[in-house]
């Protein structure tokens, strides 16, 4: 039972271009949730999406990133014309319809670099 | 507004030296509290989740312990393996979404 797939790993962008970034759920797993973690600060929420809707987008800044989690395939953060502030690890994690004991199931994240 | 705060920011101490590690918050209305680990370079991991003043929950070296204005991991007889980031979050009971408030965490480094 694979756990929450982000990829890529690591990317690479250079100031003005789009980054993508990509996430599986678990299996079973119907919700998803984008935190970044900016360098010497916490996890920070950014988007809330169930299957074709985006739930709570209170933490996504307003102009640039948008996220969608369409019927099928996987989970996608968009970040349009890059800036090197955006530099970051973002981490996306999963669960089921209700947040029971276990909490979110994270992914390993994305780490990206803005050169 | 919610928050959360983590104290101390970096903790070291020797192989079998027990300490604890404090999350205060400060939300309007707690609907759970979390706590997780995290390794450099990947995702945090699950530890635990109370839900109510005076709960407490166990898993090996590690005691999650809640009140009603904070919460605290009590580190027992630790081993270098222990050596992580530990993050508390809080999800409020304004949010019926899921979201979570990340305290910055606590970076404990054990050594032998």
């Known amino acids: 039972n694979a756990g929450v797939m982000q990829n890529p790993r690591h990317l690479v962008r250079r100031r003005g271009q789009e980054a993508r970034l990509r996430c599986s759920p678990m299996k079973g797993h119907s919700h998803v949730y984008w935190y970044r973690q900016l360098p010497e600060e916490g996890l920070k929420f950014m988007v809330y999406?169930?299957?074709?809707?985006?739930?709570?987008e209170s933490g996504m800044p307003k102009e640039r990133f948008s996220a969608e989690f369409p019927k099928e395939g996987p989970s996608i953060l968009r970040i349009q014309q890059v800036v090197r502030g955006d530099s970051a690890a973002y981490f996306c994690a999963s669960s089921p319809p209700y947040l029971d004991r276990y909490g979110y199931t994270f992914g390993s994240g994305t780490r990206l670099t803005v050169v | 507004e919610d928050q959360v705060t983590q104290s101390p920011e970096a903790l070291r101490l020797q192989e079998g030296e027990s300490s604890s590690l404090n999350c205060s918050y400060t939300v309007s209305g707690l609907r759970g509290l979390f706590w997780y680990r995290q390794d450099p370079g990947k995702g945090p991991e699950f530890l635990f989740t109370l839900y109510s003043a005076g709960e407490e929950k166990e898993k090996e070296r590690l005691k999650a312990t809640l009140t009603k204005k904070e919460s605290f991991l009590h580190i027992t007889a630790p081993k270098p393996e222990d050596s992580a980031t530990y993050l508390c979050a809080v999800q409020a009971g304004s949010s019926n979404t899921g979201k979570l408030i990340f305290g910055q965490g606590t970076t404990l480094q054990v050594k032998p």
């Open positions: 999406l169930q299957k074709e809707n985006i739930i709570d």
